[in-house]
């Protein structure tokens, strides 16, 4: 004998049938989160910086550059090589590290949106070895916005160019 094939519909606990077009849906979100726009920047030689002048620093080198699963242009590495550039409106999770060559009395990195307006800041007072800048900040940025990492220091000394840490520039879209 015979069993009538009965169709079982599955819900998601919300009286909601869980379609084929819903689940595509999910998975496209799933995989929008994955390949975020994402960059990371580096500097590969030191950087002598400016004594009481605030300096923006250059960083000539990608670790990588995507967003949507394609390489991306958020950073270039010859015009404004200072910039992370904003490709899609949203929340960025920014991050930046630096070690300096030295202690002064007064040095300071910060986060700097379109040339003009500081959104983090980390300053090291002086004293003893190579202090290390470490900043992040989340921030809401629009299409086009930039972002630069800049450097003040009250004695003449350079930014370490350190494998994987210095410096090093970074910005991920999380919403």
């Known amino acids: 004998m015979a069993y009538p094939?009965?169709?079982?519909?599955?819900?998601?606990?919300?009286?909601?049938?869980?379609?084929?077009?819903?689940?595509?849906?999910?998975?496209?979100?799933?995989?929008?989160?994955?390949?975020?726009?994402?960059?990371?920047?580096?500097?590969?030689?030191?950087?002598?910086?400016?004594?009481?002048?605030?300096?923006?620093?250059?960083?000539?080198?990608?670790r990588y550059d995507q967003a949507f699963g394609s390489a991306s242009t958020q950073h270039d590495t010859v015009t404004n090589n200072s910039r992370l550039t904003a490709l899609y409106a949203g929340i960025y999770l920014i991050t930046a590290t630096a070690e300096w060559s030295g202690s002064a009395a007064d040095q300071y990195a910060a986060i700097r949106l379109n040339g003009?307006?500081?959104?983090?800041?980390?300053?090291?007072?002086?004293?003893?070895?190579?202090?290390?800048?470490?900043?992040?900040?989340?921030?809401?940025?629009?299409?086009?916005d930039y972002v630069e990492l800049r450097v003040f220091t009250s004695t003449a000394l350079s930014i370490n160019s350190a494998a994987n840490y210095s410096p090093e520039f970074s910005m991920v879209r999380v919403a």
Not at 9 to 16: H, K
Not at 117 to 143: C, D, F, K, W
């Open 5 to 62: 094939h009965v169709p079982y519909t599955f819900t998601d606990g919300l009286l909601n049938d869980v379609t084929a077009a819903r689940l595509n849906l999910i998975g496209t979100g799933i995989r929008d989160a994955q390949q975020a726009p994402a960059v990371r920047v580096f500097h590969n030689a030191a950087q002598a910086i400016l004594v009481t002048t605030e300096t923006t620093l250059a960083f000539n080198s990608e």
């Open 116 to 144: 003009a307006t500081t959104i983090a800041r980390q300053r090291e007072p002086g004293g003893a070895g190579n202090p290390v800048h470490n900043i992040t900040t989340m921030y809401s940025l629009a299409v086009n």
